[in-house]
């Protein structure tokens, strides 16, 4: 028999420890039947380069969970400094939701047909290869089969509940 688990902390410290993680803000964007939805979101990493794959954490609140899952697409754009209109306009903050979200910014598309932000320091276009539950969120496991990155700009990152620049120590 396993053990039983020891207790969790809570959420409130939790929380408090995560605030000091600095990450860099994305807007992970999906298209289905040519409709398109995106969300800022900070909880994406590497998971493997062979194959390249990233893992993408989505609230299953969130619209694009759906189309995520039934499109089995996305496009993960990596936001520069001048993208933090951008980043609240995709995290609702405004008010402004569903493909309304996509008047600002340009868009294109590369091989999935998921949104990709033209000027992103980085977009990752990708198919969903597993989705996995996890209590509120799901665990889009995506395999990259397109990326356009630049060479200049300033990471937009995210840090102690507030927007942040990454600058680089010599
Ligand atoms: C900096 C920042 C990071 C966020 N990271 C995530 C994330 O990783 N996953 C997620 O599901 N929501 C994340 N959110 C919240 C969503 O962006 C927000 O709830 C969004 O409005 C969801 O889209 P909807 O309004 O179309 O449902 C983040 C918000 C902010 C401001």
């Known amino acids: 028999m396993p053990a039983p688990l020891p207790p969790a902390v809570g959420a409130e410290d ?3 420890g995560m605030r000091r993680l600095a990450s860099g803000v994305t807007i992970i964007a999906s298209a289905l039947g040519g409709e ?3 969300l800022t979101a900070t909880a994406v990493t590497s998971l493997t380069a062979e194959p390249p794959q990233l893992l993408v ?3 299953r609140s969130a619209a694009a969970h759906e ?3 039934k499109g089995e697409a996305l496009c993960v754009n990596l936001l520069a400094l001048e993208h933090r209109a951008l980043a609240e306009r995709f995290a609702g903050i405004g008010g402004i939701h569903g493909p309304e ?3 600002a910014g340009a868009w ?3 091989a999935t047909g998921a949104p ?3 000027d992103a320091l980085a977009a990752f276009d990708c198919v969903v290869v597993d989705a996995v539950d996890v209590a509120t969120h799901t665990i889009f496991i995506s395999r990259v089969v397109a990326v356009r990155a630049r060479e ?3 990471p937009l990152a995210w840090e102690s509940g507030g927007f942040a620049s990454v600058r680089r120590e010599e």
């Open 36 to 38: 398109r939805s995106g």
């Open 14 to 16: 939790f929380r408090r």
């Open 101 to 103: 979200r996509f008047e």
């Open 67 to 69: 189309q995520i899952r």
């Open 108 to 110: 294109t598309t590369l």
């Open 57 to 59: 954490c989505v609230n």
């Open 152 to 154: 200049d700009g300033v």
């Open 116 to 118: 990709v932000l033209a």
